[in-house]
Structure formats: structure tokens, C-alpha cells
């Protein structure tokens, strides 16, 4: 008998899965009044022989589009169970491509146990369809798990199994993750095939607090203010500000801007958010982008002062033969006209993106301006709250050329660092300057003739910098005296004749004409 009941579970699965199908059919020809109750009661069939309850994990949330944690988890925690059950699987490289994690491949089917419950796994994709011309291309495939499981063991499942699970799969990402670099898309390719708000490639910038040629206090002072960031989450909810950071960076051009946030980036294991402001339409897709980024990032604007002016954008030459080639190409037509349109970012918008509610929809993340001339920026944008630490970097000075000497050279002490000080304390030269003097060009260069080539470029710095005041005086002056010389000249033309004035106060010119 009980032979009989496993060979009707079979049968009896394939008569449900047609009933199903023969359901599906009707519905598509059924008027709309009726599709309700076929939909009822085929749900009802299904609940009376089918055992089995199945929970579905989309790709992505409601929320902008944004891709579900709960999601990733899943993928990672499968990505250990996939490579012993599943047939068809998926390879992704990590750590460095040295190491190769295996994932489910598409529509396979995925067998886990816990507390002696058996259950399955599916990812699910399914394909975008074609309905009507477009001028972009077809919007991306859905993805989605599916997990089945007996309806005996619900409880279990929705509670421990899924917590055991996200618990799991969050461990396993944090052990596979790679720092990642992340640029903004435009905003036309948001919700076409694959379409994605960021782009990224793998972050492997190599630069450290250790080897930024920078004061040590200063350096110090920087990590110290990362660190305590870090590790405020309870002291930003207590004292109520969003748990964020912003950093002005500003100083000459070389002084090693992109440098730091790389280092910074290196220190917190932060991933980098590269924002082009030109690409963002509007204040709306800005905060889009806010909300897509997620904690643990640092989301860096470099030269803000060029990226505000967001007005000056203008339609791109074409050569006449391709504008020729274009009018026929209704595609390229209208994405040449949405590109033509300036952005309406505003600084209002910027300010509320920094600072504003939106600001706080997440947590842990740092918010990095960069420039060269902090004079050209508006106050409101860089005061404190928004950007609450300023950190500028100017000029090499002897403690960071030390740290640069270590890091090229191997040196701690030579008998040309008394004059290198000197030098450096008497004319500027930017950090990249300098190491660009102290690197070996070939394998004959030593560090006696690295030290050398850099004191000869120092010394030629500062007898160019002596030229460029001297000329520069020279010119003030001869402005000085040009302008006194047409301002005399200009007097004396003003100037009328001098009359003989009687004392009554008529000129001679008048007596005459009596």
C-alpha cells in the first residue's frame, strides 16, 4: 500500500501541473469578469493536494530599484551549497582573480537541509518580451528565488531556516568581497536591457596612510577621525545626525587629492562612489543615487567647483557627413537631443543630497569633495555639518619628502637630507613633484643620484620662482608707471587755458571784445 501512495505522488503532481496549464489556457481567452474565480478556485485545487508552500526573494525592491540585501544573501549562502548539488553552475573571481567562487547558474535547482528539513532552492529568470517599438532597447530580465519547502515545517523555515540563512550569506560576502570603483550611468540607461544606476570595476589602488607623503600629525590626526567614525554608529543615534561624514579636500593641483581617498578607502574597506554631477539630470535622479548607495561607501565628487557649473554643457560638433548619416537614425536622434539638454541640478538640490532628509536613508558613509581653488566655493556648501572636516594639502614640506624617501628609496637618513630641507623650506613643489624626482628611472640610478636629481630640480624650481617675481615686479612697476604717465597726460589735456583774470572776474578775452 504504501508502495501505491509513492507511485501516485508522481501522477498526482503531473494532474495538478495539467490542470494548471489547461487553467493558464482558459485564462487567456476568458473575459476579465471571469478570470477572478478561475484564478479562486484553481488556488484552491492547488492548497487541497499540493503540500508544499514556495516563497519568492525578487532581485530587486520596490525602493528605486534598489537590489535587495535579503537577495545577495541568498546568493552568496547558495554559492556554498550549489557546487556539491547542483549541476550547471556559475564562476565568479575574487580576492585578486586567484580564487574562483561557484554560484547557481540560472533556472537550476538547489537542495539544502537544516534541523533535518529538506528544502529547494531555484533562481528564476525570466525573459523581458517585445510588446511594442521603442527607441531604447528591451528592459532588463527579472530575476528571482524561489524556495519550497512542507507546509508542516513553516514555522521553522520562515523563522530560523531564513535567519540562519541571511546570517550565513552576509558572512560569506563579507569574506569573498572586493572593494569596488562605482561610476554613475546616465540616466537613459537606468531601465534599459541591463541597465544599472552604477557601473564598477574592482578597486585595487594600492596607496595607504603609510605611504601618502603627508605630515605624520596630520596623517594621524585623519585616521584617528576615520576610525572614531567608524565605530559611532551608537553616538550618531544618540545625539540624532545621520551617520555620515564629510571631507573637503582642496589644495594645488598633485598634492595627492585622489591619493587620499584612495587610502581611505584602502583603511575602512570602504567601496568608492564616483559621482559625475554632468550626467545627473536633475535633483531627483540625484537622490536616486543617494538611495542606491549603500553603507560601508564613500561617495566622492572631485573638483566641485567645475562640476556646479552645470549650465555650460553644449550640444557636441558633429562632421557633416555624420550629421548626414544621423537624420536617418530616429534612435540616435533622440538620444542626441536628450544629451544636448543641460542638467538642472541645483545647488539647493546638492546641498539637501549632502545634508538634507534624504541624507540620512542609510548609514556609514562618507561624503568627499575635492578642489583646487576652496575660494570659488559657495560658504553654505562647505560649512560645517556638511563638510565637517577640511583638510588641506599643500605643498611638500621635509616630514612628508621623509616619508616619500622610505617609500622610494628605502632611506631613513642620508647626508643630503640637510640640504634637501633647506630647499624645501625655501621654494614649493608638489608631493607628485618630488616623487617623480626620487623614483628610479633605471637600473644604473641609485639613491645618491635620485637625492641629486631632486636638489637640482629644487634648485631650479627656485631660481625659475625668483625669475617669475622678479619679471613680476618689473611688470607691476611698469603698469604702475604707465598708468601715472596716462593719467598725466590725460590731466594735462583736461586741463584749459589759463586766462588773465581781472579782479572783477572777467577774462581778457572778454575785455578784448569790449
Not at 540560472?106 to 523581458?128: C, M, S
Not at 536622434?333 to 539647493?348: A, G, R, Y
Not at 559657495?378 to 588641506?392: Q, T, V
Not at 604707465?482 to 579782479?503: G, Y
Request: proline letters at 4%.
Amino acid at each position: 500500500m504504501m508502495m501505491r501512495m509513492g507511485e501516485m505522488g508522481p501522477q498526482l503532481g503531473s494532474v495538478i501541473a495539467s490542470v494548471m496549464f489547461v487553467c493558464t489556457i482558459f485564462r487567456q481567452y476568458l473575459p476579465p469578469q471571469l478570470r477572478y474565480y478561475v484564478d479562486k478556485y484553481s488556488h484552491k485545487l492547488v492548497k487541497l493536494f499540493y503540500p508544499y508552500i514556495q516563497i519568492t526573494f525578487d532581485e530587486y525592491t520596490t525602493e528605486f530599484r534598489k537590489r535587495s540585501e535579503v537577495y545577495s544573501a541568498i546568493q552568496s549562502y547558495l554559492s556554498t551549497k550549489s557546487s556539491t548539488s547542483a549541476r550547471r553552475l556559475k564562476a565568479h573571481d575574487v580576492k585578486d582573480s586567484k580564487s574562483l567562487v561557484l554560484g547557481v547558474d540560472d533556472n537550476e535547482e538547489v537542495t539544502d537541509e537544516f534541523q533535518g528539513i529538506k528544502l529547494w532552492w531555484v533562481l528564476i529568470k525570466r525573459e523581458p518580451r517585445q510588446t511594442s517599438f521603442s527607441f531604447y532597447p528591451q528592459s532588463d530580465e527579472k530575476k528571482h528565488y524561489k524556495l519550497t519547502f512542507h507546509r508542516r515545517h513553516r514555522d521553522v523555515v520562515t523563522g530560523a531556516y531564513l535567519a540562519h540563512v541571511i546570517k550565513e550569506g552576509k558572512a560569506i560576502t563579507v569574506g569573498n568581497r572586493q572593494r569596488k570603483l562605482y561610476i554613475n550611468n546616465p540616466s537613459r540607461n537606468w531601465y534599459t536591457y541591463r541597465g544599472k544606476i552604477w557601473s564598477h570595476v574592482v578597486f585595487e589602488h594600492p596607496a595607504t596612510f603609510e605611504t601618502l607623503g603627508l605630515h605624520p600629525k596630520k596623517k594621524e590626526e585623519i585616521v584617528n577621525d576615520l576610525i572614531k567614525f567608524s565605530k559611532g554608529k551608537e553616538y550618531y543615534a544618540k545625539i540624532g545626525k545621520a551617520w555620515k561624514r564629510g571631507y573637503l579636500l582642496y589644495g594645488p593641483p598633485g598634492t595627492g587629492k585622489s591619493t587620499m581617498i584612495a587610502a581611505m578607502s584602502n583603511l575602512m574597506d570602504y567601496d568608492v562612489y564616483d559621482l559625475e554631477l554632468t550626467t545627473v539630470k536633475d535633483n531627483t535622479e540625484l537622490r536616486k543615487l543617494l538611495i542606491d548607495t549603500p553603507s560601508k561607501s564613500i561617495i566622492v565628487i572631485e573638483d566641485i567647483d567645475c562640476s556646479l557649473d552645470l549650465t555650460g554643457q553644449r550640444k557636441k560638433k558633429k562632421e557633416k557627413d555624420e550629421e548626414e548619416n544621423e537624420e536617418n537614425d530616429p534612435v540616435k536622434k533622440k538620444m542626441e537631443k536628450e544629451e544636448s539638454q543641460p542638467s538642472k541640478v541645483t545647488l539647493s538640490g546638492l546641498l539637501n543630497f549632502i545634508d538634507g532628509i534624504w541624507s540620512a536613508c542609510g548609514g556609514e558613509r562618507l561624503i568627499v569633495f575635492t578642489t583646487n581653488y576652496v575660494d570659488k566655493l559657495d560658504p553654505a556648501l562647505i560649512r560645517r555639518g556638511r563638510m565637517d572636516k577640511h583638510i588641506e594639502l599643500s605643498y611638500c614640506c621635509y616630514e612628508a619628502f621623509k616619508v616619500l624617501a622610505r617609500n622610494y628609496l628605502d632611506l631613513e637618513s642620508h647626508e643630503l637630507f640637510e640640504t634637501i630641507e633647506r630647499l624645501l623650506g625655501e621654494t614649493n613643489m608638489i608631493p607628485a613633484d618630488v616623487a617623480e624626482n626620487l623614483m628610479p628611472k633605471s637600473v644604473t640610478e641609485n639613491a645618491d643620484s635620485c637625492l641629486k636629481k631632486l636638489i637640482e630640480a629644487l634648485e631650479t624650481a627656485k631660481e625659475e620662482a625668483r625669475k617669475k617675481a622678479e619679471e613680476e615686479e618689473a611688470s607691476k612697476k611698469a603698469e604702475e608707471e604707465a598708468k601715472l604717465k596716462a593719467e598725466k597726460e590725460e590731466k594735462e589735456k583736461q586741463q584749459p587755458a589759463k586766462d588773465e583774470v581781472k579782479c572783477n572776474g572777467t577774462s581778457t578775452k572778454e575785455e578784448d571784445a569790449k
